[in-house]
């Protein structure tokens, strides 16, 4: 069973329309991650987090904006969808230490903006 | 070019033969992640190896941090193992904990 949550899984959304995706964890993980994926190709990270209050942009540009509010709760937004936003968003979380065994990831939200 | 490689792009193989899928990495790293995706694209971790080699069931993974390479092997190959499996490396120690994917391999196992 999952420990990390997203919602939706899929989303079809007109053009312009502001939309927000949910990501929830249950494990108590300080490290957060948003990434973008398109079809057969790598994930880019968008967003990430390290704690409470703390967001930092990633190493693909967005035009998405991101939240960390409470430790379970990091929810991405889109101000105004565009079709270029088309794509499958996948959440993350890491533990802290050095010893952890690695990312638990969501299911991921598909995305589609016509 | 992209820093973490993958190949074969795709593999097709009968069920019960042993699979090696290779990653080659071109920066230092603290920890190679090894992460199995199916279809509706959830991602699932298999295995974080910083040295040596683990086993976890059929699945087996090595690493050779000289030469930036690492192998995932799956013996007695099943249908159930069709997905996408991908590498991924963290930066030295020192650097920040984020991830570099490479593109992952499709693999299909025929009954």
């Known amino acids: 069973e999952a420990d990390i949550y997203q919602t939706p899984r899929y989303l079809v959304i007109g053009t312009g329309k502001k939309i927000t995706l949910e990501c929830s964890q249950t494990m108590g993980h300080d490290k957060m991650y948003w990434y973008q994926q398109d079809p057969g190709m790598e994930l880019h990270l968008i967003h990430y987090s390290y704690g409470v209050n703390s967001t930092e942009k990633g190493d693909l540009s967005s035009e998405s904006t991101v939240s960390r509010i409470r430790t379970e709760h990091f929810p991405l937004t889109l101000e105004s969808a565009r079709p270029s936003h088309t794509s499958q968003y996948l959440c993350?979380?890491?533990?802290?230490?050095?010893?952890?065994?690695?990312?638990?990831f969501g299911s991921g939200t598909r995305l589609t903006v016509v | 070019k992209n820093e973490v490689e993958q190949s074969p792009q795709n593999l097709t193989a009968q069920e019960g033969e042993f699979i090696t899928i290779n990653c080659s990495y071109s920066?230092?790293?603290?920890?190679l992640h090894w992460l199995q995706q199916h279809p509706g694209g959830g991602i699932v971790s298999l295995f974080m190896l910083s040295s040596g080699k683990k086993k976890h069931g059929r699945l087996i993974a090595t690493i050779n941090i000289q030469e930036k390479h690492s192998s995932l092997h799956i013996t007695a190959s099943h249908p159930r193992d069709s997905a996408v499996y991908i590498c991924a490396v963290r930066g030295a120690p020192g650097a920040n904990s984020k991830l570099t994917f490479g593109k992952g391999i499709t693999l299909s196992v025929r009954p």
């Open positions: 920066v230092g790293i603290s920890a």
């Open positions: 993350a979380s890491r533990a802290p230490g050095a010893n952890n065994y690695g990312y638990t």
